[in-house]
């Protein structure tokens, strides 16, 4: 199946499903070359949440961020987290349903009210550009028409990356309550630094069903995009 046969797929079945108003997720396969096409390479993204490995400690380098990607900075907010080595922390990621989004990991909070407006998509991105993992379980979503469960994600190994996408079938979301666990795993004799490991929430609009089709070219171009190290 070409790009262009798997895209008016996608559109199909997409179209089926939007009858349902609550949100659904599924594993993303494609990766980071068709999130580039959906988020038209960032720009309809309204923020993301990150929670990385940083310099592993309480002070310095920062562990928990949020800003908006598309603008690439200033950040929204910053915090410190001194991580365990293979020992899972705690997260919860609360939105308003308007521009405020609360980001808490371990026993660190950090808060915005500054996000670059609603969004019809949450993709879940995790990420081991180096030899540590990144792991994320027990997650949960907590909207206003009940709970939904959803699969763990984990990225192991140098080049890692995998995505799950959590779609409001075409609608904004409303408030929400995103909780689960993080876990960081590393060898003790060559840690990574930075967002080497690391796992990212992205807000994001996406085009109707109707407009993947003619998107689906230009998942065939070249495509950049800056990536914090």
């Given at each position: 199946?070409?790009?262009?046969?798997?895209?008016?797929?996608?559109?199909?079945?997409?179209?089926?499903?939007?009858?349902?108003?609550?949100?659904?997720?599924?594993?993303?396969p494609e990766g980071d070359a068709w999130y580039n096409v959906l988020s038209n390479n960032a720009a309809r993204e309204q923020g993301t949440v990150e929670g990385r490995i940083g310099n592993r400690l309480?002070?310095?380098?920062?562990?928990?961020?949020?800003?908006?990607?598309?603008?690439?900075?200033?950040?929204?907010?910053?915090?410190?987290?001194?991580?365990?080595?293979?020992?899972?922390?705690?997260?919860?990621?609360?939105?308003?349903?308007?521009?405020?989004?609360?980001?808490?990991?371990?026993?660190?909070t950090i808060t915005t009210t500054e996000l670059g407006g609603t969004f019809t998509d949450i993709f879940i991105r995790t990420r081991s550009a180096t030899f540590g993992d990144v792991d994320l379980s027990s997650m949960r979503l907590f909207t206003a028409s009940g709970e939904l469960p959803i699969g763990d994600l984990a990225s192991m190994g140098a080049g890692d990356v995998e995505y799950i996408r959590i779609e409001n079938m075409g609608q904004r979301f409303g408030a929400f309550e995103l909780r689960g666990q993080m876990k960081l795993t590393w060898l003790a004799s060559d840690p990574p630094i930075n967002s080497q490991v690391n796992a990212q929430f992205r807000f994001t609009n996406v085009p109707s069903p109707a407009s993947l089709a003619a998107l689906a070219p230009l998942a065939l171009r070249p495509r950049r995009r800056a990536f914090r190290v």
């Open positions: 199946m070409n790009t262009l046969q798997r895209a008016a797929f996608l559109a199909a079945a997409a179209a089926c499903m939007y009858a349902s108003a609550d949100p659904v997720w599924s594993y993303f309480n002070i310095g380098t920062w562990e928990l961020g949020i800003w908006r990607v598309h603008d690439i900075g200033p950040f929204l907010a910053l915090g410190q987290l001194e991580w365990f080595n293979g020992v899972a922390a705690p997260f919860s990621i609360v939105y308003d349903g308007s521009r405020g989004v609360s980001f808490s990991l371990g026993t660190s």
